[in-house]
């Protein structure tokens, strides 16, 4: 079945020491979004992908970056983890940008920070 | 910010129809009305929107009131797979999904 991937789907991670989420799909869609979602609060959006040009959300940390090398793949890195950055991380995609209206979310990544 | 005010929470009988209100008074023309649920430990689900006319699928119903601001979720016989955290979000075309804090739905025994 086409599907929003995400590896792994637990991650701990020491103070400080840089972690990369992935998250892949084969719905070929050209949009890709990363949200965070702390304890008892909604998903929040990071950033997205529409292809390859990157959209920021203007309040999101720089210390969260992406990646995205092809269609199928984007990454999440958190340079410098903080223990205020323990969260879950989802993927999500759609098939153009917003216009879409429907997202398709994978399963999170439970980060820790130790 | 989130444009739609929920419930914090809500609990309903096994078999019985869950009705879950939404209130979004700033509402405009454009906006459409969406609704998504998060199953514990999972990513949030497309459930069913709609812009002024009631919808209908296979989740769910979709009651608009004819002045559009508030908005009603019908499951109509609750499991307790149904059990979950319930979006109402409003979007126009081109803007993020911005999900407020939502209605925590419990389907009881």
């Known amino acids: 079945d086409a599907m929003v991937i995400q590896n792994p789907r637990y991650q701990v991670t020491q103070f400080g020491k840089p972690v990369t989420l992935s998250c892949s799909q084969t719905l070929n869609h050209n949009v890709m979004y990363w949200y965070q979602q702390k304890s008892s609060q909604a998903p929040k959006l990071l950033f997205h992908?529409?292809?390859?040009?990157?959209?920021n959300e203007a309040d999101t940390p720089d210390n969260f970056q992406s990646r995205r090398p092809n269609t199928s793949f984007c990454f999440l890195d958190i340079r410098s983890p903080g223990l205020g950055d323990a969260a879950m991380y989802l993927c999500?995609?759609?098939?153009?940008?917003?216009?879409?209206?429907?997202?398709?979310f994978g399963p999170g990544t439970r980060l820790t920070v130790t | 910010d989130a444009k739609t005010t929920q419930p914090t929470s809500m609990d309903c009988a096994e078999g019985r129809a869950a009705n879950l209100p939404c209130n979004h008074s700033?509402?405009?023309?454009?906006?459409?009305v969406y609704w998504y649920r998060q199953i514990h430990s999972q990513g949030p689900q497309y459930i069913i929107h709609?812009?002024?006319n009631n919808e209908t699928n296979e989740m769910a119903s979709l009651i608009i009131t004819e002045d559009r601001k508030s908005s009603t979720l019908i499951l109509p016989h609750a499991t307790l797979r149904d059990t979950a955290v319930y979006y109402c979000?409003?979007?126009?075309?081109?803007?993020?999904?911005?999900f407020g804090p939502g209605t925590r739905l419990s389907v009881l025994p």
């Open positions: 700033t509402i405009s023309g454009n906006e459409y």
């Open positions: 999500a995609t759609s098939s153009a940008t917003f216009s879409s209206y429907e997202q398709y």
């Open positions: 709609g812009l002024k």
């Open positions: 979000i409003v979007r126009i075309y081109g803007q993020n999904f911005v």
């Open positions: 992908y529409y292809d390859k040009d990157f959209n």
